[in-house]
C-alpha cells in the first residue's frame, strides 16, 4: 500500500496556477461559471482578485444549470459530471447563489462583471417566469441568459428528464423575451453527437432557433463542439453561420480553441481569418467553472492566436465586443426598453 510522503516538498506544487499572469493583452473573460458542479463557489470576491493578477478587466459570470447526485451507491461524492453514473438534475437556486455572491462586491466591482441567468429547465414552457423573476428579485444584477444546456455530450444522458434541444416548443418564450429585449442568449448546443462525426446531426436544431428568432442575439458556445463532439468542414460551417446569421456570435472557449482553433499551440490560418471577417461578433472564454485559480492559465494561452490578428481585431475580441452585447443589456429589463422593431404601411 502506498503511503503519502512524509516530506510535503515531494508534493507537486500547485500553486504555481496562482501565480500565472493571464494574457498579456488586456481582455474580458466572456464565459466563466461561478459554482461547480455541486454550486460551490469560492465567492466573486474571490474572482476579483484573480482577475486583478491576471490582467482581466470584466467577466461574463453565471452558475451552472444543473447539479450533480450523490446517489446512495457511490461511497464518495462526485465533482464533475463525468466522475461517475449518477444523475443531474436543474437547479434554480444557482441564479440566486450568483446574484448574492454579486451583491456583496463594491460598485467598481460589480461594474466589471456581467452575470447572467441559467438555472431553469430549458424543457419548461413556464421557464421565462423563472427568467423574469429573477429580474424582479435582483434588479440591476442580470443582462442576460445563459450558459443554457441544449445537446451537451454525456451530460444530456445524465441529465433527468427529456433531452434538451434548441427547436423544442418550450423554449420559445425564452427566445422570445431575449429578442424583445435584445439579452444576449449563451447555448451549448452541440452540433452532433458523439458517435457521429461524419455530418452535424443536431445542427438543424440550433438553425431552426436562429431562423424562427433571427434578432435574438444568440452566443454559440464552443461553435457547438464538446468532448468526442466533431463534424468534417467545422471552419466552413461557422463561417456560413455567421454570414447567414447576423445576430449570431460565437465564443472560442474550452475543446474548440485548443483542438480546432489553435491546435498544439498552433494558430489555424482558417480561424484567423474567420477571426479577422467576424472580428465583431467573437468572444474568448475561459470556461472555468469554480475553480478560478486556473483562470490565469487558461486566458494565457490565448496569447498565440491574439498575437496573428490585427490591432482591431484583437481588441474587439479580446474587450469591446463584450463591453457592446453586455453593456448595452444591463437595465434594460428593469426599464422595460422592449426592441422596436419596424412597421410598414
Known amino acids: 500500500m502506498n503511503s503519502m510522503p512524509s516530506d510535503s516538498s515531494a508534493l507537486p506544487d500547485l500553486s504555481i496556477l496562482d501565480r500565472r499572469n493571464g494574457s498579456k493583452y488586456?481582455?474580458?473573460?466572456c464565459h466563466v461559471h461561478v459554482v461547480d458542479f455541486l454550486q460551490r463557489t469560492p465567492g466573486l470576491g474571490r474572482l476579483i482578485e484573480y482577475m486583478d493578477e491576471t490582467n482581466l478587466e470584466g467577466a461574463v459570470v453565471f452558475g451552472l444549470p444543473v447539479i450533480k447526485k450523490h446517489s446512495e451507491y457511490e461511497e464518495e461524492s462526485p465533482e464533475y459530471y463525468l466522475d461517475d453514473d449518477s444523475d443531474a438534475y436543474y437547479y434554480s437556486h444557482t441564479d440566486d447563489i450568483v446574484a448574492l455572491e454579486y451583491l456583496k462586491l463594491d460598485k467598481a466591482s460589480q461594474a466589471r462583471l456581467y452575470p447572467t441567468?441559467?438555472?431553469?429547465?430549458?424543457?419548461?414552457?413556464n421557464a421565462v417566469d423563472h427568467i423574469r423573476k429573477m429580474f424582479e428579485t435582483y434588479p440591476g444584477v442580470f443582462c442576460g441568459i445563459g450558459e443554457l444546456f441544449a445537446r451537451h455530450d454525456d451530460l444530456t444522458l445524465l441529465t433527468q428528464g427529456e433531452t434538451s434541444r434548441m427547436n423544442n416548443r418550450s423554449l420559445a418564450p425564452v427566445l422570445e423575451f431575449a429578442s424583445e429585449y435584445q439579452l444576449p442568449i449563451l447555448v451549448h448546443s452541440n452540433v452532433t453527437t458523439t458517435w457521429v462525426h461524419d455530418y452535424p446531426k443536431f445542427l438543424h436544431e440550433?438553425?431552426?432557433?436562429?431562423?424562427?428568432?433571427?434578432?435574438?442575439?444568440?452566443?454559440?458556445?464552443?461553435?457547438?463542439?464538446?468532448?468526442?463532439?466533431?463534424?468534417?468542414?467545422?471552419?466552413?460551417?461557422?463561417?456560413?453561420?455567421?454570414?447567414?446569421y447576423p445576430?449570431?456570435?460565437?465564443?472560442?472557449?474550452?475543446?474548440?480553441?485548443?483542438?480546432?482553433?489553435?491546435?498544439?499551440?498552433?494558430?489555424?490560418?482558417?480561424?484567423?481569418?474567420?477571426?479577422e471577417t467576424f472580428s465583431d461578433r467573437?468572444?474568448?472564454?475561459?470556461?472555468?467553472?469554480?475553480?478560478?485559480?486556473?483562470?490565469?492559465?487558461?486566458?494565457?494561452?490565448?496569447?498565440a492566436f491574439l498575437g496573428a490578428l490585427s490591432q482591431e481585431t484583437r481588441e474587439n475580441i479580446c474587450l469591446w465586443n463584450a463591453r457592446r452585447l453586455y453593456g448595452q443589456a444591463k437595465n434594460r429589463v428593469e426599464s422595460g426598453k422592449k426592441l422596436k422593431f419596424p412597421t410598414w404601411e
Open 282 to 303: 467573437i468572444f474568448l472564454g475561459s470556461d472555468v467553472i469554480g475553480n478560478f485559480h486556473r483562470i490565469g492559465v487558461t486566458n494565457e494561452r490565448f496569447d
Open 247 to 275: 445576430a449570431l456570435y460565437v465564443d472560442f472557449s474550452w475543446i474548440l480553441f485548443d483542438q480546432v482553433v489553435c491546435p498544439n499551440g498552433v494558430p489555424s490560418p482558417e480561424w484567423i481569418g474567420l477571426a
Open 26 to 29: 488586456r481582455m474580458f473573460d
Open 117 to 125: 441567468i441559467c438555472g431553469f429547465n430549458p424543457n419548461d414552457g
Open 206 to 244: 440550433l438553425e431552426e432557433a436562429l431562423r424562427t428568432y433571427p434578432k435574438a442575439p444568440i452566443v454559440f458556445c464552443h461553435c457547438g463542439i464538446s468532448r468526442r463532439v466533431y463534424a468534417p468542414f467545422y471552419h466552413r460551417m461557422v463561417e456560413r453561420l455567421l454570414y447567414q
